[in-house]
């Protein structure tokens, strides 16, 4: 087991031991509880955040000092709450106990603040920055609150209550007295430096960073640290609204949650949320408070001025306007902040608003969008996706149907896709590249959601023109083909049988004279062959509109399916439907069907035609294998165009081992 994190295991049980043992001191002789048992309590409750917290880290982060220091940081809350209950119990037992308890409790408060200032010192890797300077530093706040402890234990002025009578342990020569008192006042300058260097340590060291992780780590960081003006700001609220400082316990206890649990999401999770947005945010909140705070204590110095008293409910009346005032201040002074301290969300904002801008203004295409991204967040790697109006596979994920802005597809791959939103459809999406937290790519497709949608529209109209373009010339040829193939079909069949015909009996009216002809046999063969041709004909004109839709729909369909080898579910609920409707629904089912008998072998078959209001839906689904796709030439894109160009649009659903399903609808306005 590595030793920083067994270190922090053991104290962590030291921790919990000193707790389970405050509590025997703190339960008076006769039984019940003394007072400071509630100093107990909240430096018990206080110090569990930390304790906990550091416990995690040190087990997720076995090599690193960061848990053990943590851990530490709540002992010293715990140390707050015992050192009442000992002192309680040295003061009602005098002894050697409570002239060493003394003695040692009258300067260790340095020691309070030791854990944390190294922890910013090693904070986030757990290894001091490179120079001597800085080992000298560590030395330091550990050399000097022991120097200081063991000066203030030598002067007896020193002990406050309840150890003012008690004996100092240690009693030098009283000339050296005035000299200790001497060195000890200097030891608060050269501690409070301490703490100011090792401050500076973590700014040095988010200057030095190279990746972005360890930067966010140390946002994580001071995030916690940000708790401690607030301290400051409950204290003066206090003062101005009840008149003492209470409402001080509840920034302490706050800096008390916020700090470890900060430095845990920093060290284990620091991609958790947007912490430059949250380090802007809680600044110009502080601010905004402050400011309040400010106009209040403004407002009561006035109206006591004028009233001769104070004034409350005038104070508080002028501290709503400036309430009300501040509304739009803070959105101003929330974006002066962002461009200290979180530019990147700046930069997407302005360059959102500038694109937009300009577009209205006929000076740029919304499509530039993703380049104007790709500016403000540094990242060329980034994409922007639309997303087409249209079905969309149940079974495809969000990342599925996307296209660029030339309307080619985008594969996201494994890069965070962030989708835009707009009356509760989703339009289209950001794929992050390198750079932009989640929140802030969540926060500029809100910004875009217009100029996406202005893209979308325009890549489908760009596609509809070029697809109906596509159609007419498929038409354009199907037609050709068709004339060719019926020039044939007349040319081979009927027509060569009538000519066939004719010169039959061209030539028996030239033998009806000398009595060699047999009239009745001729007769028979010349209607035989007219009942061929006539059957042929009819043929061809079944191609172009079968007959059996001259009895409906219902009917036509119900003698298409009795050809169909496999069983053949009807649902036929709009029957009485124009001619050009109904001859374009019958060939849909006509070679939905053929489709599916020829190449996905189904075990059954299903079709079911249905009106609402002037919408006529075909939809023809089976159980077979799957895998169909509309390919140039086949059978299913000849149908589309047929259906495109009656006004309708054809959808095809075919997964793998899932049937297929082809759905038309048509326009029908009758």
Not at 87 to 116: C, H, I, K, N, T
Not at 267 to 285: G, K, N, P
Not at 364 to 380: I, K, N, Q, V, W
Not at 479 to 489: C, Q
């Amino acid at each position: 087991m590595a030793l920083p994190r067994l270190l922090a295991y053991a104290a962590a049980m030291l921790v919990c031991a000193l707790m389970g043992v405050a509590v025997v001191p703190a339960v008076a002789g006769d039984g019940t509880v003394a007072q400071d048992g509630t100093a107990l309590v909240i430096g018990i409750a206080l110090a569990l955040p930390s304790v906990v917290l550091g416990v995690l880290v040190a087990t997720r982060r076995p090599r690193s000092v960061v848990g053990l220091l943590l851990v530490l940081t709540g002992a010293t809350t715990v140390r707050l709450g015992v050192g009442e209950s000992y002192a309680s119990l040295a003061a009602r037992r005098p002894g050697l106990f409570a002239e060493v308890y003394a003695a040692l409790s009258q300067g260790d408060w340095m020691f309070l603040y030791v854990p944390a200032a190294l922890l910013t010192l090693v904070f986030p890797d757990g290894r001091l920055l490179p120079g001597r300077r800085w080992r000298w530093i560590t030395a330091g706040l550990l050399v000097v609150p022991v120097l200081f402890m063991l000066i203030a234990a030598c002067l007896p002025d020193s002990y406050e209550p309840p150890f003012e009578r008690t004996p100092p342990l240690l009693r030098p020569p009283e000339a050296y007295l005035p000299t200790l008192g001497i060195v000890g006042v200097a030891l608060l300058p050269v501690f409070l430096g301490l703490l100011v260097a090792s401050a500076a340590a973590m700014v040095i060291r988010y200057r030095r960073a190279a990746d972005e992780v360890s930067r966010a780590r140390l946002k994580w960081f001071a995030l916690g640290g940000v708790f401690l003006p607030l301290t400051l700001l409950l204290c003066w609220a206090g003062y101005l609204l009840s008149g003492s400082p209470d409402l001080v316990v509840f920034g302490l206890v706050a800096t008390a949650v916020s700090i470890p649990v900060a430095t845990a999401i920093a060290m284990l999770r620091h991609d958790l949320y947007d912490v430059d947005r949250a380090i802007s945010a809680a600044i110009t909140y502080g601010l905004v408070t402050t400011i309040l705070l400010a106009f209040y204590t403004a407002s009561s110095f006035l109206a006591g001025l004028g009233a001769g008293r104070d004034s409350p409910v005038a104070a508080a009346a002028a501290t709503a306007v400036c309430a009300a005032a501040l509304s739009p201040l803070r959105v101003r002074l929330q974006r002066r902040v962002d461009r200290r301290l979180y530019p990147a969300r700046q930069a997407v904002l302005t360059a959102i608003a500038h694109l937009r801008d300009r577009v209205h203004a006929g000076q740029a295409r919304p499509e530039e969008l993703e380049a104007a991204l790709r500016g403000a967040l540094r990242d060329p790697a980034l994409r922007v996706g639309y997303r087409l109006p249209g079905p969309r596979n149940d079974a495809d994920d969000d990342a599925a149907g996307l296209v660029d802005a030339a309307g080619h597809p985008l594969d996201p791959g494994d890069a965070q896709v962030t989708p835009v939103r707009l009356g509760g459809h989703e339009i289209g999406a950001i794929v992050r590249g390198r750079a932009g937290s989640r929140e802030l790519l969540r926060e500029a497709a809100d910004a875009s959601a217009l100029l996406i949608e202005v893209v979308r529209l325009r890549i489908e109209v760009s596609r509809a023109l070029e697809e109906a373009e596509a159609s007419r010339t498929r038409l354009l040829h199907a037609g050709y083909e068709e004339r060719r193939r019926l020039e044939r079909d007349l040319h081979d069949g009927a027509q060569q049988r009538l000519v066939s015909l004719g010169m039959a009996i061209r030539l028996a009216q030239r033998h009806l004279g000398d009595g060699t002809a047999d009239v009745g046999a001729l007769l028979d063969a010349w209607v035989a062959e007219l009942a061929v041709a006539v059957t042929e004909l009819r043929q061809i004109a079944h191609g172009l509109r079968p007959s059996s839709l001259d009895d409906g729909l219902g009917n036509a369909l119900v003698t298409l399916a009795g050809k169909v080898p496999v069983p053949v579910a009807l649902d036929v609920s709009a029957d009485d439907l124009p001619d050009d409707v109904a001859t374009t629904a019958y060939y849909v089912a006509s070679e939905a069907m053929t489709n599916a008998v020829k190449h996905a072998a189904p075990a059954a078959i299903g079709v079911r035609v249905s009106r609402a209001g002037d919408r006529v839906t075909v939809r023809i689904s089976d159980d077979g294998r799957g895998g169909a796709e509309m390919r140039p030439g086949a059978g299913l894109a000849g149908l589309a165009d047929r259906v495109r160009a009656a006004g309708g649009a054809l959808r095809l659903s075919s997964p793998e081992g899932g049937g297929t399903t082809v759905e038309a609808v048509l326009p029908c306005a009758s």
